[in-house]
């Protein structure tokens, strides 16, 4: 049933942002998660709680000349929202194809968009690491970034090297934020 009503909801956005094409009416890079709302708590199963899956994702209202997607996931209250000490980096991705309408659950690198380049996170590793937070609420602000460019392959570079390539190429951005405190 929540399969079915997912697909109903894509369907009538998907409908909503053709007609506003045709009306000529400026869309915007929207970004979202069957997983949870935006400013919602993300589901234990995709923290280091339970499962540590990728949520999936989508995305919609990509500018014209979107050549490649960046995708950023970061918690900038760690270790403790009452006294942040640093952004800690859970996922990096780049060069996703703009034909990719977006990755599903529990996403493999093996399963990712041809062309998606893996960056480092902040446990040295290029996949997904869900929310783990120490101690309190802490927020994960999934960040989508369109770009006019296809970059060269960074290596095994993390959030900083990304950044860095991105500038000057950002033609739109989407964010969704989660939230996770571990129980």
């Not at 697909?7 to 979202?32: D, K, P, T, W, Y």
């Not at 760690?78 to 599903?104: C, K, M, R």
Request: hydrophobic share 45%; proline share 9%; aromatic share 10%.
């Amino acid at each position: 049933m929540m399969r079915t009503a997912a697909f109903f909801v894509r369907v009538f956005f998907a409908f909503g942002l053709a007609c506003a094409a045709q009306e000529g009416v400026a869309m915007s890079l929207n970004l979202i998660s069957p997983a949870f709302a935006n400013g919602a708590d993300i589901p234990a199963i995709h923290t280091c709680d339970s499962s540590d899956l990728s949520p999936a994702l989508s995305w919609s209202g990509l500018p014209p000349a979107t050549k490649s997607l960046a995708l950023i996931v970061d918690d900038p209250d760690a270790p403790d929202p009452a006294a942040p000490q640093t952004t800690w980096v859970h996922w990096v991705l780049y060069n996703l194809p703009p034909s990719a309408a977006g990755i599903g659950q529990g996403v493999t690198s093996r399963e990712l968009p041809t062309g998606t380049r893996a960056g480092v996170n902040d446990w040295q590793r290029t996949s997904y690491g869900g929310p783990c937070p120490p101690i309190g609420r802490h927020r994960y602000f999934f960040k989508l970034y369109a770009l006019d460019v296809v970059l060269p392959d960074l290596g095994k570079q993390g959030k900083a090297a990304l950044e860095h390539a991105m500038q000057g190429h950002v033609i739109a951005q989407a964010e969704l934020i989660g939230l996770y405190q571990r129980p």
